[in-house]
């Protein structure tokens, strides 16, 4: 499966877990998820590369107990099972 698909599962599994997605161009410096008050925020930078998109929203989506609940795709659920090691 390629990356704009993922991305785009990944984007709407953060939907349905409640997240209001906005997506901009913050300059590269931007993106991630967060609450303010009460509300979930996915922040999307579209200037970064979609791989680079895919892993804040995955980022995002490994941290969300509820994600695991949801049925999604193969391709997105091993994604969301591997975390980085930096």
């Known amino acids: 499966m ?3 698909e993922l991305l785009d599962q990944a984007v709407n599994l953060a939907k ?8 901009d161009f913050f300059a590269g410096c931007g993106g991630g998820g967060c609450e303010l008050k009460g509300r979930k925020l996915l922040f999307l930078d579209l200037d970064l ?15 969300e107990p509820a994600a695991a609940g949801i049925p999604v795709s193969r391709e997105l659920g091993e994604l969301l099972k591997v975390r980085k090691i930096a």
């Open 16 to 23: 349905r877990l409640g997240y209001a997605v906005r997506q």
């Open 49 to 63: 590369t979609p791989e680079e998109q895919l892993d804040q929203v995955a980022a995002v989506l490994r941290g």
């Open 2 to 4: 390629h990356t704009i």
